[in-house]
């Protein structure tokens, strides 16, 4: 008895009705307070029925009690069902005992009862959302609900009436009597109480208008079902002068204000037409309570139907802005990778040539600028060709990983560039350095190479070396980048024709 059970399925059903929100529900069971709450609020919906919607003669213009378990089933996802239709069932029972017999009392609270569990089983085996809060969900729920388990309900309950009450109403009247009214509740009263039941939204920001319009409507509605006057300044004062505004708070305020105000629009729409106020004209009970329930019915379907319309396009254009916010930021890293990658060598993981020639390009620009030096040194490997013949390239590559290693722990300074130049050469890049500090960072680098002690047979050094040519230039009028390249390349030539191992700085003659 703990849980109504719930048809197995596949296909749709377990998409539609699990969202994180709902998936949340339904891994926990009502709070304690629940079992408290729900046969207290059902109750006071029946005796709520009783003074606003039931007619002098007995007929039910609006049904709100069947709506208060079927929110409940729907938003507990069935979870203690049986406990909860126990306990509705059992206050049906209390509220109607003092309006019916016992006997017509228990079997017309069964009655409801199979209605609303009915309805609960059909609208999870349709995969209908628990929130409804998408267009495709109310539909679903209107057609289950209001249409099909209402007149389920209404030919069931309209035998009992007629068989042990004696009514005296022909049998198809009763049918429609019973299912407008039992259909009508479940139509406002169940979105209403699921609205309710959610998790507050995003604040709504008021607008200017907003107050006024709301004021308008409260006032346009106290007159309109007064009942006190047919025209107002020449304009016929009908029931239907108030849809306009319901849109209007459909379209501003969304669902879960949206039906609060159908169903006090609604509510008091039904108590003036039972207490004689007439709003609707001069037409027989039956008829009158017609037009009363076509009116809710078109106040519920303008309301609710645009509200949840609305909502679900809005949380449709949410969605699809987060997916285009996550699909440019995942297109700028790639970018950003594919720039990285572009500039990157990928044998060394330092910079490569092209990168190098952007880099001294505008550094080169940048100096010319602020008039300060730019340095450049251009590094060989000192007899690779001969490393290569004698351990093999995968050796080789091993080796220029090495040094580029070495290269990237002797530049520290944040500005400064390393880079693959071509090969087995490597160039560095020093802004605002003078001559002293580049030779010195130079020397330095030959001299951490070489105590690295890697192995090369054919070097008369024993371990692989390397030679560097140093050039540093403030540029001139008629220099270019390319000026301060051959310097250095010039310088590196010098070095090998010294003896390798070394680092050599160009002389100040123009290349």
Known sequence: MADIPVPERSGSMTPTMLSPQTNTQADRPPAWWVYLLLPLLHFASVKLTFLCAVSPENEVVIWLPNAVLLAALLHFRGRRGGWLALLTFSSDV??????????????????NLTEVTLAYLLLRRAGTSPALDRIQDLGKFVVIGPLLCALVAALLASLVLQAMDGVKTPYPTLVLLWWFGDGLGLLIFTPMLLALAQPAPEPIRLRWQDGPVLLFTGALAGLILSGQSERWSG????PNLLLPPMLYIAVRFGTRWTAPAVALIALAAAWAQTTGHKPFGEASPHELILRTQEFILTLSIVGMGFATLLSEQRALTRSLEDKVRERTLKLEESNSQLGTLSTTDGLTGIANRRRFDEFI????????????????????VDLFKHYNDRYGHQAGDDCLRTIAQVLGANVRRAGDLVARYGGEEFALVAVAADEASALAMSRGICQALEALAHRH?????????????????VPGEHDTHETLIRRADRALYQAKANGRNQAVLAGDAPA
């Open 361 to 380: 390009a505008g550094e080169w620009r940048h100096a010319r600028v602020t008039g300060q030096p730019l340095a450049l040194a251009l590094l060989d």
């Open 457 to 473: 047979e054919l070097s008369p050094f024993g371990v692989v070396t390397a030679s560097i040519g140093v050039a540093v230039l």
């Open 94 to 111: 209390l509220a109607n005992l003092p309006v019916f017999p016992p006997l017509q009392a228990v079997l017309l609270s069964l009655v």
């Open 235 to 238: 304009v016929p004062l009908t």
